[in-house]
Nanobody, 123 residues
Framework: VQLVESGGGLVQAGGALRLSCAVS????????MGWFRQAPGKERDFVTT????????YYADSVKGRFTISRDNAKNTVSLQMNSLKPEDTAVYYC?????????????????WGQGTQVTVSS
């Protein structure tokens, strides 16, 4: 299974970015998908997850109301729309796949990971 993220970059505080993750090698519609992030010197943190059919989503409190996860099962992609970005959102963002399909807060429940994409928010 391959996960390839795109869309990271440098943005000013208050700005927006949209991350995408393209998945291949497995039936995408069976997978729950998640986004995690890791800042330098910190642990990998949960950001958001979406279940196999998009009917259930969960967000970390720190991003609730600002970030939106979505998926397109026809295109085998999951996206993360990030609005009202803050400097503390700066991190490497990782896309991950959970074969059980339900989604999880715990990074250990995800079997497949992308290489990560850097998001930097300047103040």
């Amino acid at each position: 299974v391959q996960l390839v993220e795109s869309g990271g970059g440098l943005v000013q505080a208050g700005g927006a970015l949209r991350l995408s993750c393209a998945v291949s090698g497995r039936t995408f519609s069976n997978l729950a998908m998640g986004w995690f992030r890791q800042a330098p010197g910190k642990e990998r943190d949960f950001v958001t997850t979406i279940n196999w059919n998009g009917g259930r989503t969960y967000y970390a409190d720190s991003v609730k109301g600002r970030f939106t996860i979505s998926r397109d099962n026809a295109k085998n992609t999951v996206s993360l729309q990030m609005n009202s970005l803050k400097p503390e959102d700066t991190a490497v963002y990782y896309c991950a796949a959970d074969v059980l399909g339900s989604g999880s807060y715990d990074y250990r429940d995800y079997e497949y990971w992308g290489q990560g994409t850097q998001v930097t928010v300047s103040s």
